[in-house]
């Protein structure tokens, strides 16, 4: 049983299966309350089917989910009362308004408390007109609505699933900024991407998920200073016996270097700074160091 106090999502060996197809197998997670937690994995991974649990919009097979203790399965209205859910896909009823279809979902929340000052203003900053009819909104405009209603009532746990998709940089944005307001005012929020720029942005811990099965799972910088960094340099003269000294240098690796001994290709593990010193005691002509970003984590995973 997970600490309801510190604990926002608790998963242990948790498997769901579509007929004969097991789309989660046994995964296990522990998001801790009041942090941003991104999820990530390509197409049909299973990170829709793992937030749907969560919820118990499907019934998982096996294994133990915890909603700050609580069991989506036997204690489904309190666990929906601490979400807020954003799903990958919205289908709404196209002859409602905005605001009646924000209505009626306030409506269905245990007390349904009037949100109405927090609706208008999530509207203004979306920039979303709460009388358009469904039916004339772009997919834009209906993953805003989507936003809003996750975020009206202010949720305990905000659970996202690709909540910039379809939006454009600059909503993007303020959807970025609203996730980091929601955390400031104590909110745990989990959300799924595929942008992995936007992940590694705000996200204080990642968990990547791969065929139902959970690959990685780490404090997000930590996972990104695991990945040696990449420098490319030219010196201005040529020195044979330079490249053995870079070579013995702790933590370098030598992944190309030109004929004439000028051009360097290198991969460096953990600290720069004795390479920086050793380049130094030399003339360069073009120095580039590029810190890895979690693309390049991702697509370790993914490279086959
Ligand atoms: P995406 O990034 O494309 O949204 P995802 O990581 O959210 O993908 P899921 O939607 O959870 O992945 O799907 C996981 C796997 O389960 C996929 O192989 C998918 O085809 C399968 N799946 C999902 N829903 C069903 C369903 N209702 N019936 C049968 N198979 C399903």
């Known amino acids: 049983m997970s600490d309801q106090n510190l604990t926002a999502i608790y998963a242990k060996d948790l498997i769901k299966s579509y007929g004969s197809f097991r789309a989660l197998k046994g995964i296990d997670l522990q998001v801790h309350s009041g942090e941003i937690f991104g999820f990530l994995g390509p197409n049909g991974a299973g990170k829709t089917t793992a937030i749907r649990c969560m919820l118990d919009m499907i019934r998982r097979d096996n294994g133990i989910i915890e909603i700050f203790g609580k069991d989506p399965q036997t204690e489904s209205v309190a666990?929906?009362?601490?979400?807020?859910?954003?799903?990958?896909?919205?289908?709404?009823?196209?002859?409602?308004?905005?605001?009646?279809?924000?209505?009626?979902?306030?409506?269905?929340?245990?007390?349904?408390?009037?949100?109405?000052?927090?609706?208008?203003?999530?509207?203004?900053?979306?920039?979303?007109?709460?009388?358009?009819?469904?039916?004339?909104?772009?997919?834009?405009?209906?993953?805003?609505?989507?936003?809003?209603?996750?975020?009206?009532?202010?949720?305990?746990?905000?659970?996202?699933?690709?909540?910039?998709?379809?939006?454009?940089?600059?909503v993007q944005q303020i959807v970025l900024e609203l996730v980091k307001e929601a955390k400031q005012s104590g909110a745990t929020i989990f959300f799924s991407s595929h942008v992995l720029a936007?992940?590694?942005?705000?996200?204080?811990r990642v968990a990547i998920i791969k065929n139902g099965e959970i690959v990685e799972v780490g404090v997000t910088s930590s996972l990104?200073?695991?990945?040696?960094?990449?420098?490319?340099?030219?010196?201005?003269s040529d020195d044979s016996g330079r490249g053995a000294m870079i070579k013995d240098l702790e933590g370098v690796t030598v992944l190309e270097v030109s004929d004439d001994n000028k051009i360097f290709d290198i991969g460096i593990e953990g600290d720069v700074d004795p390479f920086i010193k050793f380049i130094a005691n030399f003339e360069v002509d073009y120095l580039e160091i590029n810190k890895p970003n979690l693309e390049e984590i991702f697509l370790s995973y993914y490279g086959d």
């Open 79 to 170: 666990v929906r009362d601490l979400c807020g859910y954003l799903p990958g896909e919205l289908r709404l009823d196209e002859n409602a308004s905005v605001k009646s279809i924000l209505n009626y979902l306030r409506r269905l929340r245990q007390g349904g408390k009037d949100c109405s000052a927090k609706i208008s203003q999530l509207a203004s900053r979306l920039d979303l007109n709460l009388d358009s009819k469904i039916k004339n909104l772009s997919k834009g405009n209906k993953q805003k609505l989507g936003i809003i209603a996750a975020f009206m009532h202010k949720p305990k746990l905000l659970l996202l699933d690709e909540p910039t998709s379809g939006l454009d940089p600059l």
């Open 198 to 204: 936007e992940v590694q942005s705000i996200a204080d």
């Open 224 to 236: 990104l200073s695991k990945r040696a960094w990449r420098a490319k340099i030219k010196f201005v």
